[in-house]
């Protein structure tokens, strides 16, 4: 029980996932209430860490209502029509047991719980509960990225739960995004203030990136080095595996390819090419992404740098419209309108195509304003609200070539605030920025196994 001992002391007192203890009963009361009389299913992490991964990441809407950072196979169920919240905890792991969360009247004092069960009896529970069926029941996903479809057991989270729920009578179930999201959407001064140190660190890890490009260096080579400027600076690690994604694989289309691909398509950086350096450290469960285009060479050839500095352009004006209530499309809007007044003055061959394409139809089409909190992509507002923080990420491609810029930003009352502060924009900026490196750009390094 040493774990709940910190739940006893003052509402300011942390709680193991990093939030004061008191932030996630307020958020569970905040759920319920959005409830109405159906019901919401919560589940943790089915399975430990395994030994291929970096470090155990609870599923984030567990975490956000739970704190509850360690636990495995439990699940969390918030009964509007009771106002209950009912823990299930797993039973002790055989290898695993430096926390338990006991059953009983005692950790549901702790941990501000209704109950907290077995997971034993949560098949009983569930059915006695529909009895009196709820009009719907919402289930968090744990497996949002790359969930299939079928066969059943392989589904995604919340079609495995339908077919568990359905034969008990639940009517209609759904995807919890509707209870959940609107409350993770708006940040608390505590998320806030975490968030500030992910994007100080996030923008450190990017610098190291682009400061570890250069011509025959293996793109596997330079995301170590953001990975290890992310824990130099103070992060438990990365928010996800860096993408230093150079020539064919920075276009946008290609980037997902590495989700199924053994060595995150490793390949050869080759002078005159671009890279994407997307980046995000991750610090007590909250993540970052903040990037941008660089220059394999060092330098942008004239083409790429009006390209560029074009798109810069349009960036920063549509940075400049993102305030409570604007609508994502204004932001947008306004960077394409930038775009359009510039294009006439436009000199080299890129440039000129960069525009047209950005002009053209579907130009805008990949351009996102997304959430950026528990997860490092948590939905995509179509108005902006004081209190969200949102990665502003725009990118486009052209004759082959992808040019992305993505900052991490707090919507406040009266503005903005860049929680990335001090980052190069321009190509001359970039450029300057890539020599200011004590470890320099010179000499070679261990060429890392590939196939490619």
Known sequence: MLLFAIFLLAGAQQAPGGMPASAYAARRAAALDRLGSDLLIVPS???????????YVQAPDFQYLTGLDHLVGAVLVLDGGSKASVLFTARPARLVNRWIVSPGAESARQLGMTEVLSVDSLSGWLARRFRRPPARVYVSSVDTRGAVETPIPMAGTVERWRHFLAPMGAATIGPAVPIVRPLRDIKSAEELAVLRRVGRTSGEAFLAGIRALRPGRWQREAELEVVAACTKAGARGV???PWTMSGP????????????????????MQAGEVVRVDVG????HYMGDVGRTAPVSGRFDPGQREAWDLFIA???AGLLTIRDGAPARAVFE???AEIKRLQPG????LGRKAAETLLGPGGTGPWELHGVGLDDAEGEPETLRAGMTVAYELMFAVEGQGYYLEDMIAITKDGHEVLTPGLPYTASEIEAAMKATPAGRG???VRPASRR
């Not at 992490?45 to 470090?55: E, K, M, T, V, Y």
């Not at 390819?257 to 995150?264: R, V």
């Not at 436009?346 to 061959?349: I, S």
């Open 334 to 336: 306004a960077a394409t």
């Open 239 to 241: 928010s996800f595996w």
């Open 45 to 55: 992490r089915a399975s430990f860490l395994a030994d291929d991964q970096l470090g």
């Open 314 to 316: 349009g960036y920063r």
């Open 443 to 445: 000499s070679g390094a």
């Open 249 to 268: 694989t920075a276009v946008f289309t290609n980037l997902f390819d590495s989700f199924q691909d053994y060595e995150h398509v490793n390949r050869q």
């Open 346 to 349: 436009l000199k080299t061959a």
């Open 281 to 284: 450290c991750q610090i007590d």
